[in-house]
């Protein structure tokens, strides 16, 4: 039995690949370039990109559980051929499919959703993981600068989504569900500055920007439009089910839902100047 993970090089599909290994499945890894992938060697990398599906007719040939994301190729757009995807998966053999859901309306959930293969849709809250944006600031200049501060967050440790999919793509019990998957408590940017300062050894100053501030830095970044009136929205008010906190990980996987004192202290040299600076935190 063997599971496919795409976006397998990504943040959340490095986390399913390892999650199925350590459950001792075989794996196999779908990306565009397998020499630059990075994998455990107990992986089996293989060339294919989800923007042209016949070429994941080799990589599907065996596989009982596929990952699935919505998006490809280099910019990253909506993917359109879910209904050839999802018929190569029928013709393979697939039982189980997974997808992790982009945030918006996709057509290849839509087409998962609609098909005749037992699936499970993924919906993370805030990915731990974005905490990395911050690292630069802090080795640098010890600070955090963001708007609307008191803005909060279930945010979810990203091995706690792989977690999730890697027993959805391999046991009973979970075709047709719907995993908000979020982490054990809500914080604010406050909460998440004094966990990484504790982690790391060293103070963090915390900077609200105000809201000319903010569209400035945004602007400045290139943000479009959209993306910068989507950012003021969740930052203004984050959505319900952005800050609350859901029992899906300890429910479907049988362990509590990881802390982001835990990631901090996982990802504590990351926000050092020097691996080896350890200073008490004041």
């Given at each position: 039995?063997?599971?496919?993970?795409?976006?397998?090089?990504?943040?959340?599909?490095?986390?399913?690949?390892?999650?199925?290994?350590?459950?001792?499945?075989?794996?196999?890894?779908?990306?565009?370039?397998?020499?630059?992938?990075?994998?455990?060697?107990?992986?089996?990398?293989?060339?294919?990109?989800?923007?042209?599906?016949?070429?994941?007719?080799?990589?599907?040939?065996?596989?009982?559980?596929?990952?699935?994301?919505?998006?490809?190729?280099?910019?990253?757009?909506?993917?359109?051929?879910?209904?050839?995807?999802?018929?190569?998966?029928?013709?393979?053999?697939?039982?189980?499919?997974?997808?992790?859901?982009?945030?918006?309306?996709?057509?290849?959930?839509?087409?998962?959703?609609?098909?005749?293969?037992?699936?499970?849709?993924?919906l993370p809250v805030e990915f731990m993981a974005n905490a990395l944006e911050w690292a630069e600031p802090v080795r640098t200049a010890d600070e955090v600068s963001e708007p609307f501060t008191g803005r909060l967050s279930a945010m979810v440790h990203e091995?706690?989504?792989?977690?999730?999919?890697?027993?959805?793509?391999?046991?009973?019990?979970?075709?047709?569900?719907?995993?908000?998957?979020?982490?054990?408590?809500?914080?604010?940017?406050?909460?998440?500055?004094?966990?990484?300062?504790?982690?790391?050894?060293?103070?963090?100053?915390?900077?609200?920007?105000?809201?000319?501030?903010?569209?400035?830095?945004?602007?400045?970044?290139?943000?479009?439009?959209?993306?910068?009136?989507?950012?003021?929205?969740?930052?203004?008010?984050?959505?319900?089910?952005?800050?609350?906190?859901?029992?899906?990980?300890?429910?479907?996987?049988?362990?509590?839902?990881?802390t982001f004192a835990a990631w901090a202290r996982d990802h504590a040299d990351t926000f050092r100047a020097t691996p080896t600076e350890a200073p008490a935190a004041g």
């Open positions: 039995m063997t599971n496919l993970v795409t976006g397998a090089t990504g943040t959340v599909g490095r986390e399913i690949v390892r999650e199925l290994l350590e459950r001792g499945h075989s794996v196999r890894a779908l990306t565009r370039d397998p020499a630059t992938a990075d994998l455990p060697a107990a992986v089996e990398t293989v060339r294919g990109d989800l923007t042209d599906p016949d070429s994941l007719r080799a990589a599907l040939d065996g596989v009982t559980g596929l990952h699935l994301i919505t998006f490809g190729g280099p910019y990253y757009a909506p993917l359109e051929t879910g209904p050839r995807i999802l018929e190569l998966a029928r013709e393979a053999g697939v039982r189980r499919i997974t997808v992790l859901h982009g945030g918006g309306p996709s057509p290849v959930e839509d087409t998962v959703r609609a098909g005749d293969i037992d699936w499970t849709v993924l091995g706690d989504i792989g977690a999730v999919a890697a027993v959805a793509l391999t046991t009973e019990g979970h075709a047709g569900q719907e995993y908000v998957i979020t982490g054990p408590e809500v914080l604010t940017v406050r909460d998440k500055t004094e966990a990484l300062a504790t982690a790391r050894g060293r103070a963090i100053r915390l900077v609200e920007l105000s809201e000319e501030e903010a569209l400035a830095r945004w602007a400045a970044a290139g943000h479009s439009h959209e993306v910068v009136d989507f950012l003021l929205s969740v930052y203004r008010d984050t959505p319900a089910v952005g800050r609350t906190v859901a029992d899906t990980v300890e429910r479907v996987t049988g362990r509590p839902a990881r």
